[in-house]
C-alpha cells in the first residue's frame, strides 16, 4: 500500500484545514487508518484513527476539534482540522495497518501544518 498525504499549508490559529491521504496499491477497506504528527523537536504522536466499521478514535488533544474519516470508494482517508491553535504545528502523516496488526505497516510521506498565531 502506497500512501500519498495532501492538504497541508500554512493557517492563523483558529482556521482549519482538510487533510487528505490517497491510498494505492490495494483497497483499504479492510484496513485501520490513523493520521500522527511529528512538531519540531518532539516525537511522533498518534492524532486519530479509524477502523474498518469507521469507529474513530483520538488524541485528547484534539477531540472535538478534528475528526477523521474515510472514503472507501475513492481509497483515501481525511482529517479535518478545525479550531487550530499553534500547538498543532507539526508534520501529519497518515498511516495503515490490517486489521490483525497492531502497528501502522505503511506510512505517507507526510503533509506540513504551519499554524501562525
Known amino acids: 500500500v502506497q500512501l500519498q498525504a495532501s492538504g497541508g499549508g500554512s493557517v492563523p490559529a483558529g482556521g482549519s484545514l482538510r487533510l487528505s491521504c490517497a491510498a494505492s496499491g490495494r483497497a483499504i477497506s479492510t484496513y485501520v487508518l490513523g493520521w500522527f504528527r511529528q512538531a519540531p523537536g518532539k516525537e511522533r504522536e498518534f492524532v486519530a484513527g479509524?477502523?474498518?466499521?469507521?469507529?474513530?478514535t483520538y488524541a485528547d488533544s484534539v477531540k472535538g476539534r478534528f475528526t477523521i474519516s474515510r472514503d472507501n470508494a475513492k481509497n483515501t482517508v481525511y482529517l479535518q482540522l478545525n479550531s487550530l491553535n499553534t500547538e498543532d504545528t507539526a508534520v501529519y502523516y497518515c498511516?495503515?495497518?490490517?486489521?490483525?496488526?497492531?502497528?501502522?505497516?505503511?506510512w505517507g510521506q507526510g503533509t506540513l501544518v504551519t499554524v501562525s498565531s
Open positions: 479509524i477502523s474498518s466499521s469507521s469507529t474513530t
Open positions: 498511516a495503515a495497518r490490517g486489521w490483525r496488526r497492531t502497528t501502522y505497516d505503511y
